[in-house]
């Protein structure tokens, strides 16, 4: 790869692969076009299982594990991340991403045919392994492609298939389930992984080969492949799963701990500090370039850990809203998840309309994070006793806000990072994303659930009937016999199970989940605030 001077432009292509552009424009947009698809698809896989885990679990007869399904697809896709820049500049971008669709295939037909959870939940971690170089790369490969300022609005375009498989990905896992079963709605996924891939095959430039020490087709790898930090990847993955664990116990019951946190603490602590170690003084190939993270790098992580917890930890929680507050079906629910989704590619499309003509991205950050925080505040405010359905509109506009944080944000970071270490910058920008989903949700869900169940616990021990009959479950609650864990219990792990009770019980139960509920939108606009200084303090980069 050809030295970078001050001159070089960092996101365009040259004169020679201008013109290399125009003349196979209608291929470079079926490439592009169809690593889209890709995208789609990846996120579309991971929003059918949050809608089939526990029907899955059941078939196993494992419901009490099934959240294994959502955690191995989360830890494989945060622990292949890092791999992913490294394997670009040992392999070149096309080889690695075109294998993503290879191991994908693999994932769905291995979800698809196993024979026991344990089988079901490693082939989880593969599809989450692959699907996160499917999306990932897509951004090395626009950069690589493109001139800058059409990065801009490409980005925005794989946005809209975000969300889009963001959107139906929960109710057509729901439809398939019901019509073919759950193993099809994985292997069915086959023929459009076999598409991409013809796509990534033959439609990317061989040019999207090169590494850092040559043709990747032609040189040795051999020895390369060793350079990759394995010691780094098998502690950032311990690291890692033990993070997910922790998160996992403060979001259980105070009365049923699972791993004492006196353990899991200082055992997950040790953990970062080896990884650390290992990282700093002992790779040669570091997985995350440590020294990249005391530049402009680490500040676009933070923001995009705060933005992905503070949004991720709202929208988890809106469905056990609507459902506890306003006895919302499932399927209104889901609705309104499609308008919490549908703002995101509307503002990303104005941002980058607006970037790709004003050469400008910074002052729109300042604006969206100042829009984040109103918007939080003003659910806060209007939702904190019960909302109306009407005010759901507020979802619009916040995601909107978030649309343009996420083009500023990427556009910005992409712009700072040096050209030789684009691949791995962004596959650590799209790790800290995948934090971002499990600490934001987790954390909220943690809060609520301590709040809710101490609201309960206090109602309960006070109230002066010592009996609570569920007709629906047929279910008698001697409150005197020490049985209001097991009615709290039956509340938490069933949004509706309320319904079925008195309508003093059912009353209460809303106002405690109502003040519970409350403090999310106050830690969103939390983190939306952390996320200021940094975008004022970051200098804006000038498209060249």
Not at 364 to 389: E, K
Request: with cysteine; hydrophobic share 50%.
């Amino acid at each position: 790869m050809a030295a970078v001077s001050e001159e070089t432009p960092l996101l365009r292509a040259g004169h020679q692969d201008k013109k290399k552009l125009k003349a196979d424009s209608v291929c470079d947009k079926v490439a592009v076009y169809g690593s889209f698809l890709g995208i789609l698809l990846a996120v579309a896989d991971e929003s059918i299982v949050l809608s089939t885990w526990s029907v899955i679990a059941s078939d196993f007869h494992r419901l009490s594990q099934g959240w294994w399904l959502l955690a191995a697809y989360n830890l494989g896709w945060c622990v292949s991340l890092p791999v992913y820049g490294t394997l670009c500049n040992i392999y070149g971008r096309k080889n690695v991403f075109v294998s993503a669709y290879g191991l994908f295939a693999a994932g769905c037909l291995a979800c698809g045919t196993s024979t026991s959870m344990l089988q079901l939940v490693l082939a989880r971690v593969l599809t989450g392994v692959s699907a996160g170089g499917m999306v990932s790369l897509v951004s090395v490969i626009l950069t690589d492609m493109v001139p800058a300022d059409q990065v801009t609005l490409l980005r925005s375009y794989a946005n809209v298939f975000i969300i889009v498989g963001r959107s139906v990905g929960a109710p057509l896992g729901g439809y398939l389930i019901g019509a073919v079963g759950w193993r099809w709605s994985f292997i069915g996924q086959l023929p459009v992984v076999a598409i991409c891939l013809l796509i990534g095959l033959y439609g990317l430039p061989p040019s999207l080969n090169s590494t850092k020490t040559g043709d990747a087709d032609d040189g040795d790898t051999q020895h390369s492949i060793m350079d990759l930090d394995f010691a780094g990847l098998v502690s950032f993955s311990v690291t890692t799963f033990l993070l997910f664990c922790l998160i996992q116990e403060l979001s259980v019951t105070p009365n049923s701990p699972e791993i004492p946190l006196t353990i899991l603490v200082p055992v997950f602590c040790a953990a970062a500090i080896l990884f650390i170690v290992i990282e700093a003084y002992w790779a040669r190939t570091p997985l995350i370039q440590l020294r990249l993270m005391k530049t402009s790098l680490g500040g676009f992580c933070l923001n995009r850990i705060m933005m992905s917890s503070g949004r991720l930890g709202l929208i988890s929680n809106l469905a056990p809203y609507l459902i506890r507050v306003k006895g919302a079906t499932s399927l209104l629910a889901a609705l309104a998840f499609v308008l919490a989704a549908i703002g995101v590619p509307i503002g990303a499309l104005i941002a980058g309309k607006i970037i790709k003509k004003t050469k400008r991205y910074r002052t729109m950050a300042v604006i969206a994070v100042c829009g984040t925080v109103i918007t939080y505040l003003l659910i806060f405010i209007r939702w904190r006793t019960g909302s109306n359905l009407w005010e759901l509109v507020y979802l619009l506009p916040n995601g909107m806000a978030i649309g343009i944080l996420l083009t500023t944000q990427f556009i910005g970071m992409s712009l700072s990072a040096p050209n030789e270490d684009l691949p791995t910058c962004i596959a650590t920008y799209y790790l800290a994303q995948q934090l971002g989903n499990i600490i934001g949700p987790a954390v909220n869900v943690a809060v609520v659930q301590r709040i809710f169940v101490g609201q309960l616990e206090k109602f309960l021990n006070g109230w002066n009937e010592r009996k609570v009959y569920s007709p629906t479950y047929m279910t008698l609650y001697d409150l005197d016999a020490n049985r209001s864990d097991q009615l709290i219990g039956q509340i938490l792990n069933d949004d509706t199970f309320a319904q079925s009770l008195s309508p003093v019980v059912q009353k209460f139960v809303r106002w405690s989940y109502l003040n519970a509920f409350q403090l999310v939108p106050l830690i969103s606009a939390a983190c939306a605030l952390i996320m200021l200084p940094t975008v004022l303090w970051m200098k804006e980069e000038k498209f060249r």
